[in-house]
């Protein structure tokens, strides 16, 4: 038992080091961007080619390029096509959500680190104290 | 008798010369070539979730002379997309917005104000989840005249462009946000709109 809550150990800190790895690389790869409805051909002729905001600017982890419109807005924000999103089926990954789950999951597995291996010297210490 | 023929038509005619309000028709009814667009925002800690709907009709009334107008705009509030199927079910459910009993939302204006250029402070009624509150909010309208330009890009008559964003507390509506659901949902949502009307 003590031997097998030292595997449960090592694979939550191996669980620890991947999470916050992968968190760490797409905090990396996170631009801040606004998603846009762009305007169709009739709108753009009238109104000019200012595109409807969707939500306001976020931390966005998009690894297709061509999601982003090749301008950025007046702030100087990217721009994400929604159209293209929705052409792709793309549902676009917030910085906010990676910390969010990165988070619960770092907790969990250092928890349960703590856990096997305050549970094993238990058990070590009760089973010397027998042997005693 | 006769003269109570001629007078109702005259008065018609004097009301309508002395109100040169026009009335722009919004929604798919009215054949736009262009889409409406209500957002919905909500920012929470997990994530920010945005909900479109194209779903909007109605009439928006407008005298350029005066610089005032009014308007009632109905919103589908059933077609709401917020890009995971999972959660528009749970949105429509009795417990979030019982779009079953309450598939739209009506905005009814009750004062619009000109503060410059073509920004408006309007204020009106929104009615949602069976529930009716004031509302006030700055709004920028654009009106092009009827060109050829107009119509070349397919729109009939005079056109017309709202803008404008407000925020809206879900419980004053009737919303409970469950516990489970707290960092997920939040309580204040931004509702934005972009939306278009002609009077052809």
């Known amino acids: ?132 | 008798m006769a003269f109570q023929r001629c007078a109702l038509p005259l008065l018609l005619l004097l009301a309508a010369a002395a109100s040169h309000a026009q009335t722009f028709r919004v929604g798919k009814e009215a054949g736009l070539p262009v889409s409406q667009t209500v957002t919905v925002e909500s920012d929470a800690d997990f994530e920010n979730f945005t909900g479109i709907t194209h779903g909007v009709s109605g009439v928006i009334r407008i005298d350029p002379a005066k610089k005032t107008g009014s308007g009632r705009l109905e919103i589908d509030v059933a077609s709401i997309d917020t890009g995971v199927p999972l959660r528009n079910e749970h949105m429509r459910s009795a417990q979030w917005l019982d779009t079953d009993k309450y598939p739209t939302a009506v905005f009814e204006t009750t004062s619009v104000r000109h503060k410059s250029g073509d920004t408006y402070t309007v204020t009106g009624r929104l009615t949602f989840r069976g529930v009716t509150r004031t509302i006030t909010t700055d709004v920028n309208a654009r009106l092009i005249k009827e060109s050829a330009q107009s119509r070349a890009a397919r729109f009939r008559g005079d056109v017309v462009r709202v803008r404008g964003q407000f925020r809206l507390r879900l419980s004053d509506y009737g919303v409970r946000i469950p516990d489970i659901a707290k960092g997920k949902v939040a309580e204040i949502v931004t509702i934005r709109f972009d939306v278009f009307g002609q009077t052809g």
């Open chain 1, 1 to 132: 038992m003590p031997k097998l809550l030292l595997w449960v150990a090592f694979a939550a800190l191996a669980l620890f080091v991947i999470v916050l790895g992968a968190e760490r690389y797409l905090a990396s790869r996170a631009v801040w961007a606004q998603r846009v409805m762009t305007p169709n051909a009739d709108v753009e002729a009238l109104f000019g080619g200012e595109p409807t905001p969707i939500g306001s600017p976020q931390q966005y982890v998009v690894f297709d390029g061509k999601a982003f419109l090749s301008e950025r807005n007046e702030s100087g924000v990217l721009q994400l096509d929604e159209r293209y999103l929705q052409r792709t089926g793309t549902y676009p990954l917030q910085l906010k959500t990676v910390e969010f789950v990165g988070s619960l999951a770092r907790w969990g597995t250092a928890l349960l680190a703590v856990l096997a291996f305050g549970v094993r010297w238990l058990m070590l210490r009760k089973e010397a104290g027998a042997a005693a």
